[in-house]
């Protein structure tokens, strides 16, 4: 039975989507995909709002976050984290010998301009790492506002993982002053997992130029001066995936860009309130992510119970993340999700647990 993904990730992906992954391959050097690559990274640039290059990753995320911090990181990573994938920025930056100390939000709590400043003001730093939204908390950070305190240290680089958000919510790469924002194809995208990608400012490779141990496969200076060349790259890419992902680019783009905001904000409002109805919110107000809900499991029921209640009705939600595994439990509106499906789910939870039936207006 086909299941419907609330979860923070992987999303649906839409049939005519899935069957672009069967298009036949090609030469990876071939003139058609140097057009193919170069026909995404020019319609990213557009949804990202920035001039900045595209790099594209046969990686998840996480590939592309290890990249940045060990290309980028001269001095020293100031890390912020609002959660668990706030976390792993630290984790990349010791697994690569990468000097740096992580700044920790109470939880629920996102991070401050105020707290970057402090750290900048110390001159200990040359480069802030940021969760734009984190999925294990449902907190969205304030990435604009952040961007301008650092904008005061000329030569500290914007490091921001937009891995949940970006294409459910407007980043403005350039305007916000991110160096390297990053992102993969498994959630707001909604495309199958085994795809990132980012955005490299100049400033970021002129900085990762001074790095000696860059890596490898991973090193942006290689992958940057590659691309600048002919759009290539210097690894076999996922054609399969390039293929998807640029047939979804144009679906995206005949939604609208603005509408696609809208409708994510407009189900994670209509969650929100839910929410508010029947539990409470984990995320302090204002700074609640517009595609991931986190919840308080005030009434203390079975997770397990009820997620395999759902799963019987064809929906799949997700259980609280590490240690809020339980106490907490997670709705994402992220991709293809419809307000229709939201609210089936909703009603299904309701009579599940025994609660108020909601009157949808």
């Known amino acids: 039975m086909y299941k419907q993904l609330f979860i923070p990730g992987p999303t649906d992906v839409a049939p005519e989507v899935l069957e672009k992954m069967a298009t036949p391959m090609i030469g990876h050097r071939t003139a058609e995909a140097t057009e193919l690559q170069k026909g995404i990274s020019e319609k990213l640039q557009k949804l990202m709002y920035t001039e900045n290059t595209i790099l594209l990753s046969t990686s998840s995320g996480t590939g592309l976050m290890e990249a940045a911090i060990r290309c980028c990181t001269r001095k020293r990573a100031a890390v912020f984290s609002v959660g668990a994938f706030g976390d792993r920025w630290y984790q990349l930056a010791e697994n690569n010998n990468v000097p740096a100390d992580v700044f920790k939000s109470e939880p629920g709590q996102p991070t401050t301009p105020e707290m970057v400043d402090d750290a900048l003001k110390t001159g200990k730093y040359d480069v802030v790492t940021v969760t734009h939204n984190e999925t294990s908390t449902g907190v969205m950070n304030d990435c604009a506002a952040i961007g301008d305190v650092i904008r005061k240290y000329d030569d500290v680089l914007f490091l921001v993982d937009t891995v949940s958000s970006l294409a459910g919510s407007k980043i403005e790469v350039d305007l916000w002053g991110i160096d390297v924002c990053i992102a993969s194809t498994q959630k707001c995208f909604a495309l199958p997992p085994g795809l990132s990608l980012c955005s490299v400012s100049e400033r970021a490779i002129e900085a990762a130029k001074q790095v000696k141990h860059r890596g490898y496969y991973l090193d942006l200076v290689r992958l940057y001066n590659r691309v600048k060349k002919d759009f290539q790259y210097p690894s076999t890419p996922s054609l399969s995936h390039m293929y998807a992902f640029d047939f979804q680019l ?75 595994k339980d106490k907490t439990f997670r709705i994402a509106t992220m991709g293809e999700r419809k307000e229709a499906s939201l609210v089936e789910l909703l009603g299904h939870i309701e009579e599940i647990l025994g609660l108020e039936a909601t009157k949808w207006h």
């Not at 204002?286 to 997620?307: A, P």
Request: hydrophobic share 35%.
């Open 250 to 324: 144009d679906r995206i783009f005949e939604e609208g860009l603005d509408n696609r905001f809208e409708r994510h904000h407009r189900l994670a409002e209509i969650t929100r309130e839910w929410a508010g109805r029947h539990f409470s919110l984990f995320a302090a107000e204002g700074f609640r992510s517009d595609t991931v809900t986190c919840i308080n499991n005030t009434l203390d029921f079975d997770f397990k119970m009820l997620n395999k209640e759902l799963l019987d009705r064809g929906f799949r939600i997700g259980n609280g993340y590490g240690p809020f």
